[in-house]
């Protein structure tokens, strides 16, 4: 049988450092992912990530396991390596799924990126 816990506020062991837990839900990132984008695309670690499509040279498509209630989420990312340094160019979202470029900051076209990071919030359906 599972069980229910109902409360307002989150406090410490000591009770102080009180979070409202609107807050604790709301403000929580419903979805993010760490790739690996060069060669065969490799997932690293990721929540809420079904899968990430390669639409070729620095073009990919992550989907979400749970969609977002509408395509008004909140997303960002970042892409970069010791031997690079780039950026996530954010396309057309979907509720299920977010099209995203890793670009080259020196020369502003795409590329694939060893270490991409994503990550959304918002309302999920």
Request: avoid cysteine; hydrophobic fraction near 35%.
């Amino acid at each position: 049988m599972a069980s229910e816990l109902r409360v307002n506020t989150l406090k410490d062991a000591a009770g102080n450092n009180s979070v409202a837990m609107q807050y604790v839900a709301e403000g929580s990132a419903k979805a993010w992912l760490s790739y690996k984008g060069t060669d065969t695309v490799a997932i690293r670690d990721s929540f809420n990530i079904s899968g990430v499509v390669d639409n070729g040279t620095g073009s990919y498509t992550p989907s979400f396991s749970n969609v977002f209630n509408s395509i008004s989420y909140s997303a960002s990312g970042g892409a970069g390596s010791s031997n690079s340094n780039g950026f996530v160019r954010l396309n057309t979202p979907a509720a299920g799924s977010q099209d995203l470029e890793t670009r080259a900051s020196n020369a502003g076209t795409n590329y694939d990126e060893a270490v991409t990071r994503f990550t959304a919030h918002g309302d999920l359906a």
